[in-house]
């Protein structure tokens, strides 16, 4: 027992020899990934093993992660509220500053009622198991984000997938298959290619057909609408989606996730979203840094108009190098093909003070490795011009 014991602890046994075996095969397939800590804030220079390099691959869109209105209503809010919420919200872990944000995020949203999660991943694996059950049938695009794919699994509900944004394919398929209840699901700002759904149709189909629909505006919240509220703001659709999932921590700089509903729903999900009811509350401190950043996203369109004069920018230079692109979102995908390639176009261009991320498979299909540049309001004119000019150099070689 006592060898047992110390063996465990070592870290040898069964479990790391798998996971040697599984960490080879990844190495094989130049898929192993590896963390590398910043040692600054976000922002769109960062500094990175002590060199700083022009920021291409946050989600900070808006510049709002380092913002000083977020920071010091996170500052007094830890002052007020301590740090950790102790517990769940069904528990002690819901404070007024969880209550203030759900209620100002439903304002934002226009929606009957918000209900806070820890994250998107948490958000969508919540919703979707919380309702649809073995026998419902959920309509998924099939470039959905891992989050939207996981929650289906794990709803048990039977799982349909269209081809991506073919909202005929998913007519046929609502009309094929018979269910209890239907929904269909998919991203307004789909992730790696960032290009935009079908969101009106998407309403048509699924209110002809009995359908709940559920939009995850992740990438869209803060950047996309009139106050920034989303792609279905800016379709006047609000009214017609079922669930709206948003999150915190990419244009808003913070951290979490939200789902506006009606208030039925969201009442539903703080009794049965398995990943909210059985975690530890989001902190305090962040909820009142996300209710600033939301005030900072409706008083400041600037920080909005200069995103996407940046992305005007970005996309017209990619035209002049003869890569297809739309100015649809903040993310532009530039595919490269295998997952060597994607590597060592991402180190050329970090040799010339560029840090875009490397995207291979599993997070996109084989043979579509890419760069994925994700643009900021805090980039100048100059740092766009040299993303540009870098890539040309990069893509020539």
């Known amino acids: 027992m006592m060898e047992l014991g110390l063996q465990a602890r070592s870290g040898v046994g069964p479990a790391a020899d798998w996971a040697e075996d599984e960490l080879r095969a990844l190495e094989r397939q130049r898929l192993r990934r590896h963390l590398e800590p910043l040692e600054s804030p976000q922002g769109a220079v960062v500094k990175l093993a002590g060199i700083e390099l022009i920021n291409f691959s946050s989600n900070d869109y808006l510049g709002l992660a380092n913002d000083p209105a977020v920071i010091d209503a996170a500052s007094s809010a830890v002052h007020r509220f301590g740090v950790g919420s102790g517990a769940s919200r069904l528990l002690v872990g819901s404070s007024i500053a969880h209550q203030r944000l759900e209620q100002r995020l439903a304002e934002f949203g ?22 649809c059950g073995p026998e419902d049938a959920i309509f998924s695009d099939e470039r959905n984000h891992a989050s ?30 018979s269910a209890r209840r239907k929904l269909v699901c998919t991203e307004s700002v789909f992730s790696m290619d960032g290009d935009r759904a079908p969101v009106a149709e998407l309403a048509d189909v699924s209110q002809r057909h009995r359908a709940a629909l559920l939009i995850d505006e992740a990438h869209a919240i803060g950047v996309i609408g009139p106050t920034g509220a989303g792609l279905c703001e800016e379709l006047g659709l609000t009214d017609s989606v079922d669930v709206r999932v948003g999150t915190l921590g990419k244009a808003l700089g913070v951290f979490g996730a939200f789902a506006l509903s009606s208030r039925a729903v969201s009442e539903l999900l703080f009794n049965r979203a398995r990943s909210l009811v059985f975690s530890t509350a989001l902190p305090p401190a962040l909820c009142a840094s996300a209710e600033a950043a939301i005030s900072r996203v409706e008083g400041s369109p600037q920080l909005r108009a200069r995103l996407w004069r940046n992305i005007r920018r970005f996309s017209e230079g990619l035209r002049g190098l003869g890569i297809r692109s739309r100015a649809d979102s903040a993310i532009f995908p530039v595919v490269v093909g295998d997952a060597q390639r994607a590597l060592s176009a991402a180190q050329r261009l970090r040799e010339r003070g560029l840090l875009v991320k490397p995207i291979r498979p599993p997070t996109v299909p084989q043979d579509t490795s890419r760069l994925r540049f994700s643009l900021s309001s805090a980039h100048s004119d100059e740092q766009v011009d040299l993303a540009l000019s870098a890539l040309r150099e990069v893509l020539s070689l």
């Open 148 to 177: 939207l794919i996981d929650g289906c699994r794990l709803s048990r509900a039977k799982v349909a997938v269209y081809p991506h944004r073919d909202v005929k394919a998913l007519e046929r398929l609502l009309r094929a298959i």
């Open 110 to 131: 226009r929606a009957e009622a918000t209900v806070l999660f820890n994250s998107g991943y948490a958000a969508n694996v919540g919703i979707l198991s919380a309702l």
